[in-house]
């Protein structure tokens, strides 16, 4: 029989709360709301909102909520985890070296990265000779940079691409700016930039002048989007999409631009800041709290169809040969013989 947990207490809720205000206020990546949030985090616990919970979970979630409510930013999270805030300290149990190097002789965030392929969960070939790639999640590129060049190697005879992103949380830069160089010919130069708020520096990611492949220039590219496409998966479509690079298919996606810190609050509670906000170097901004927007709006379900229907009709009117164009159409009359699905 499990031990029961012990019930959050008033004085750790206000130990909590105080701690969340102290990481926030020198921190959040907008300084100039800082103490509009801090008041408002006041103004609710002053009211009487979190007296009545005594669970832990529920709690945090309370917190995460009014975070939203107040900022509007989705990456702010508060999170119940005293075991994940235990594994961050050094170890106090009298463990030896040699016991905790063995305990860690299997990476397992790679481990479980190599089961997923490293994010690339489909990669195929649809009629019309339109290439597809569904990735879910960037990889630190040191370990995911030999599948992305295979995935490019396999597709670039196509003659038109569809990169499916909308169930790609996010994941680690630069691996983004590497994948994106594949539409930019050599010495293009800046992807993007950024601004530090704790550091106060601004620092640039670039896109790469050296890649293990051939480019894939002059032909149709469309990234389909939708609510669940997150964080650095939207850095790479709004990227795109902003460059000229690419049509963005689906749906809006989350809008969440912003990098993050962990910070703890105490030994169950940790808070996660947004700390740092992108600068595109067209649009002067990001996609905070917009998300980035279609060009084709459509269901998430309908998207990979819908966007296999643009390429062909682009592949039909850059076409200058009757015989190839005549394939194009033929491909494209078959599919339209394949009703799109209802909207979801």
Same mark, same amino acid.
């Given at each position: 029989?499990?031990?029961?947990?012990?019930?959050?207490?008033?004085?750790? +809720?206000?130990?909590?709360?105080?701690?969340?205000?102290?990481?926030?206020?020198?921190?959040?990546?907008?300084?100039?709301?800082?103490?509009?949030?801090?008041?408002?985090?006041?103004?609710? !616990?002053?009211?009487? +909102?979190?007296?009545?919970?005594?669970?832990?979970? !529920?709690?945090?979630?309370?917190?995460?909520?009014?975070?939203?409510?107040?900022? *509007?930013?989705?990456?702010?999270?508060?999170?119940?985890?005293?075991?994940?805030?235990?594994?961050?300290?050094?170890?106090?149990?009298?463990?030896?070296?040699?016991? !905790?190097?063995?305990?860690?002789?299997?990476?397992?965030?790679?481990?479980?990265?190599?089961?997923?392929?490293?994010?690339?969960?489909?990669?195929?070939?649809?009629?019309?000779?339109?290439?597809?790639?569904?990735?879910?999640?960037?990889?630190?590129?040191?370990?995911?940079?030999?599948?992305?060049?295979?995935?490019?190697?396999?597709?670039? *005879?196509?003659?038109?691409?569809?990169?499916?992103?909308?169930? *790609?949380?996010?994941?680690?830069?630069?691996?983004?700016?590497?994948?994106?160089?594949?539409?930019?010919?050599?010495?293009?130069?800046?992807?993007?930039?950024?601004?530090?708020?704790?550091?106060?520096?601004?620092?640039?990611?670039?896109?790469?002048?050296?890649?293990?492949?051939?480019?894939?220039?002059?032909?149709?590219?469309?990234?389909?989007?939708?609510?669940?496409?997150?964080?650095?998966?939207?850095?790479?479509?709004?990227?795109?999409?902003?460059?000229?690079?690419?049509?963005?298919?689906?749906?809006?996606?989350?809008?969440?631009?912003? !990098?993050?810190?962990?910070?703890?609050?105490n030994d169950n509670f940790f808070i996660q800041i947004p700390i740092i906000y992108n600068i595109h170097p067209v649009t002067k901004t990001d996609w905070e709290g917009a998300g980035v927007i279609p060009d084709v709006e459509v269901s998430k379900n309908n998207a990979k169809q819908t966007a296999h229907r643009h390429a062909l009709d682009k592949l039909i009117e850059l076409s200058n040969h009757e015989r190839i164009k005549q394939r194009y159409v033929d491909i494209r009359a078959k599919l339209e013989a394949s009703p799109i699905k209802a909207t979801q």
């Open positions: 029989m499990g031990v029961a947990k012990e019930r959050l207490s008033s004085t750790e +809720k206000m130990i909590v709360i105080e701690n969340m205000k102290s990481a926030i206020e020198p921190n959040y990546v907008f300084a100039d709301q800082t103490d509009g949030i801090i008041q408002a985090l006041d103004e609710r !616990a002053r009211s009487g +909102k979190y007296n009545s919970i005594r669970d832990h979970e !529920a709690f945090a979630e309370a917190l995460t909520h009014d975070l939203l409510e107040i900022t *509007n930013n989705k990456h702010f999270a508060v999170v119940y985890n005293p075991g994940f805030i235990k594994a961050r300290r050094a170890p106090d149990d009298g463990t030896s070296v040699d016991q !905790a190097t063995e305990t860690e002789a299997i990476d397992w965030n790679r481990w479980y990265a190599v089961q997923d392929n490293y994010g690339f969960e489909k990669i195929e070939i649809l009629d019309g000779n339109i290439g597809y790639i569904k990735l879910d999640f960037f990889q630190p590129l040191d370990w995911v940079q030999p599948t992305i060049d295979a995935t490019m190697g396999f597709v670039r *005879n196509t003659d038109a691409l569809i990169i499916d992103l909308t169930e *790609n949380g996010g994941g680690y830069s630069p691996t983004d700016a590497y994948l994106a160089s594949f539409f930019f010919r050599e010495g293009s130069g800046l992807w993007s930039s950024n601004y530090n708020r704790p550091t106060g520096e601004s620092s640039s990611v670039e896109l790469f002048d050296e890649i293990n492949g051939e480019r894939y220039l002059n032909k149709p590219v469309y990234i389909l989007v939708s609510a669940n496409t997150f964080s650095l998966a939207e850095r790479l479509a709004y990227g795109m999409k902003h460059f000229g690079k690419a049509v963005i298919v689906g749906q809006t996606s989350a809008g969440a631009a912003h !990098a993050i810190e962990i910070a703890e609050l």
